[in-house]
């Protein structure tokens, strides 16, 4: 049964193009493709090439679709003489809500989500893709971010802690915030595409459905990631990440109770003033 969410996190400029985007999907439906390779972009001219040859390496039936938010460098012509499908957009969508552009256009039955500033070869990406057709429904890189350091750094601690709620500590800081990561289309069906746009909210109902979710391989992406500039000492994404998990963890406890469906043992809290 699919979930159906009612929120608005990050609005969407381009409201009007998404709704063209299932009809993209629609065309062509022979030769449908088992891989979707979805890659947002913005201004990445110097990677996507590489990017594009690598995904379309992964597995013999594949579709590329390079989702271009805002981008004024030529990324779009460079993916599309690669061989990747473009969705263009005039004005940037907002963080991760390519991934849902992406996932409404795809039609393969394995999603597999990659960034468009770091180029990961194709050998490194098969994993998700084998793990999603043995029958993972979300795959997941097993990267926790550093977790050495004494003061632990927030979006690895939210991680953690959003994890320990759902009672799955084994996956320690595996998070679908992290890239690659990779979908069944049972999950797609389950989640819907609206809160992919929000990833830590889509992991918390992947695994509060019942979904079979692994954490597969490790790929140190933290070392990968292009530097953001910060403004003063601050990530610009942080904050953003960080509520991301809030507004996951919200969710959770409104599926249980305000202890997340754990006792409160023999407490009479009445009795306290």
Known sequence: ??????????????????????????????????????????????????????????????????????????????????????????????????????????????????????????????????AVLSGTDVALNQYSGPVNHKQAHPVVLAKHVLNGMLSRSDLKGASMTAVPHALSRKALNILGSE???????????????????AAVRVLQVGRMNRKRTKRGSVDPLLNIIVSDHMQAIRWLMEQTNERNGCGDLYRERNRVR
């Open 1 to 130: 049964m699919r979930t159906r969410l009612h929120f608005s996190k990050r609005p969407i400029k381009d409201r009007h193009p998404l709704r063209d985007v299932r009809q993209r999907a629609k065309r062509n439906h022979h030769d449908v493709p088992i891989v979707s390779v979805i890659v947002p972009v913005m201004n990445e001219r110097k990677t996507i090439g590489a990017i594009v040859r690598e995904a379309r390496q992964v597995h013999r039936s594949v579709e590329v679709l390079v989702v271009a938010n805002g981008c004024t460098d030529g990324t779009s012509s460079i993916a599309r003489r690669y061989g990747a499908t473009v969705l263009e957009y005039e004005n940037p969508l907002g963080h991760d809500v390519g991934r849902t552009v992406g996932a409404q256009a795809a039609r393969g039955k394995v999603l597999l989500f990659i960034d468009g500033d770091m180029i990961i070869s194709a050998k490194e990406l098969r994993p998700f893709v084998d």
């Open 195 to 213: 809160c992919l746009s929000v990833p830590p909210l889509a992991l918390t109902i992947a695994v509060h459905s019942g979904l079979k979710v």
